[in-house]
Nanobody, 124 residues
Framework: QLQLVESGGGLVQPGGSLRLSCVVSGPHPDYYSIGWFRQTPGKEREGISCVSNTGENTNYVASVKGRFTISRDNAKNTIYLQMNSLKTEDTAMYFC?????????????????WGQGTQVTVSS
């Protein structure tokens, strides 16, 4: 069974940066594409970025493109989300999830394994 554990969230001022990490354990993590999602109370979970199983292909939602960068280190079974120029509207619980396909997508339906989330709060 695949397990995912997020870390790196916290409180940051607008314009600041954070790097989230997602450590994947279990059988063949490199078979899975990984997505980062976020959710605020009362709203649906939103896909914001994803990376293919090899790390060669990435995708971003328009609201974070140019500010966030996803990457993965398969030797460490870790996926990163570097978040720069943070805005108050980036405040949310952030989750990583794994999908048993090489190609990544930002839609939530095909992601089978989820972490517990890490809170990001952007506030002055």
């Amino acid at each position: 069974q695949l397990q995912l554990v997020e870390s790196g969230g916290g409180l940051v001022q607008p314009g600041g940066s954070l790097r989230l990490s997602c450590v994947v354990s279990g059988p063949h993590p490199d078979y899975y594409s990984i997505g980062w999602f976020r959710q605020t109370p009362g709203k649906e979970r939103e896909g914001i970025s994803c990376v293919s199983n090899t790390g060669e292909n990435t995708n971003y939602v328009a609201s974070v493109k140019g500010r966030f960068t996803i990457s993965r280190d398969n030797a460490k079974n870790t996926i990163y989300l570097q978040m720069n120029s943070l805005k108050t509207e980036d405040t949310a619980m952030y989750f990583c999830a794994a999908r048993p396909f090489r190609r990544c997508v930002l839609t939530i339906g095909s992601y089978e394994h989820w972490g517990q989330g890490t809170q990001v709060t952007v506030s002055s």
